[in-house]
């Protein structure tokens, strides 16, 4: 396939031209004697809706203003000022850092006060519900803990490494996504589809039995939840590259949930765009495969039970399979990971179950 | 440096043999009409015992033996036969699988009862213990969360990849270490130290600072507590390859533990060799250097306080910097992580704390 056009570049910019005009922003108010506010989608419960068109959640119309002149006000204010300087600093100097690291930061010379570091993750949360940014394009990173594997060249653009290209079958561990991948060229691949799995080891299994070859797939392994940054490089295949993309984890509630995110979002990034891949099809384990299958099983927990109740609740699992297979694991109050299919012996996930389970989905992949 | 001789052919040679061996026996002795039995040394507690000639923890010489004429023992006897043949045939097939497959797969066709994971990962054990070989060697593997980057050329020894050269700076993020980096051979190296750190935040930030080439380092992130495998190729680096290994943790008493099992290994694998690293160095975050750096801390909870008298009653931490260190943070009743570092700017911890750290045990380097 043809070279995409460069897209870290124009994202760093434009990151950079937003953050400058919020600095410009906060300046013309004090010239003009006013004390300086900054305005903000609410990110209030109340304001957060899922909109079946976009297909994640959304933020609503209702605003909130950081007012300096609010006494109440100046302590989040001051923050946000300075976190938006210390984005500045990292996407000026190129740099990545961490939620963590950002919150340290803070605490040094400057004297920024925090309570604790959830106060300065929802600080940085603040600021990309201002710019219309996420933390990523910042370069404030998650600790890296998910993988990729398969036949698709890839680009750096971290310093150090510009232009230089890699195969992301050149490993057979797999190419931890970090902020390196992450923000990088995707130049050209063979690969036809994206087959996404939440745990290390199936992704170990699945590079090993050359899954990426026979189902001509990019392998993605989330390591649980799928942090931002996979979620993104998901988004980017299934949207720009056009790949269908098919999740397969645990037959629990929060396999379910790990694959809905990945879809839909969550609530938390409410506020931001280009993590959502609607189009992706959760397709296993579900309730019905442990029965179809015979496979080992556990039984629900409480908590379980309680967390598939609370799914029902949720307007994403109105439709099929979800409702389905959520109804169906509440009948069979049985459980079942994807290393249960080893009982027919290590290969079986990769000869039999993905095979059928993405035929039955897409015949002609 | 020159190239070394291949180790992987050789050890999965080594292992096929002693499986067979094993099986032999049984046989045998079922040809003699006996009932057949195992012999292995004794994993209670009361057997292991810390060894300071080979500085880890080590088995005594007690010796247990399943014996099938045993009502009791035939179950686990079963299950050690049935967990010999599945390692048998992960190294005939060259595959890898892990922990949790093998409870699986034993409970699948050959219907081979376990209660739970525990029970499968104990026989798992047995059969180490019975072989004196690492479960690795038979190719189960934990799921892989740690990584490696730096200027080592390695060659892959796993189906696929045979001869396979690759350089450990090819990727930014770092490469994830699983079954094929702990099979590889190492080829050659500019580096002359490792510098290990307990989390992916502090790595990515060694990373873009191209820490390894200012300290000539292999860099290691061991994502907590070290994966055995992390800590065999640490083993080949600082035995094999002489490097001295540097470890940085959290300023915590699991910090402080995470470094001294990778110095010495851990009570559990006391059956196993070639796992640790006795002459690494532990060099921080030091009790003291959260006094001399003062870094911002939190205080020590109930629990890393119970955890610090545990440390104190292990013969381990009967020497320096360990023993001084653990009443420090005792005295003071704070804790740092090393992010905290991060309030003298994102590069102080490569620019100042590391190398006055490094410097003050290896004054030349």
Known sequence: MAKRVSEADKQREATDKALKQLGALVYDQINQGEFPWVMMQSRSIDNIQYDPQVRQYILGDRMVKRHSRNIKHIRPFTQLVWTAWFARELVRQRKTSTLREAYYSARGQRDIEYTDQQESDSIITDLEVSLNKAREDFGIFPEERSAIFGDITIEYTVPGYEGRRTNLTDHPDGIMVGPAVTSSEFIETTANKVIVVEKGAMFTRLVEEQAHKKFNAILIHTAGQAPRSTRSIIHRLSKDWGMPVYIFTDGDPWGVHIAQVICSGSANAAHLRGLTAPD???????????????????????FDKKRLTELQDDPRYNEDPWKKQIELFIKIQKKAELEAFSRYGLTYIVDKYLPEKIGAIAPDS
């Open 280 to 302: 992706a099809k959760w397709i296993g384990v579900w309730a019905s495969d442990i029965i179809d299958y015979k496979l080992p099983t556990e039984n629900l927990t409480e």
